[in-house]
């Protein structure tokens, strides 16, 4: 669930309980604008002691 969306992306609160970053880089292009509140699905790319960073993009290869 997007929790705060900002001019490089949006901060996501995971089903953990977690927040990630999802970069403006990495947020679908073929979706329409995301705002607070909204649902996503999106993966991992990166995880480091001090953040986690997912993406919206080319989930056809995760999700089936």
Known sequence: ????????????RLSDGSAAL????EIDSGSSEIK??????A???EVSPDKIVISS???ESVIK
């Open 36 to 41: 607070t509140g909204d649902e996503v699905k």
């Open 57 to 59: 993009k080319n989930l």
């Open 22 to 25: 999802m970069p403006k880089s």
């Open 1 to 12: 669930k997007i929790i705060e969306t900002t001019d490089f992306g949006a901060f996501v």
């Open 43 to 45: 993966k991992i790319i």
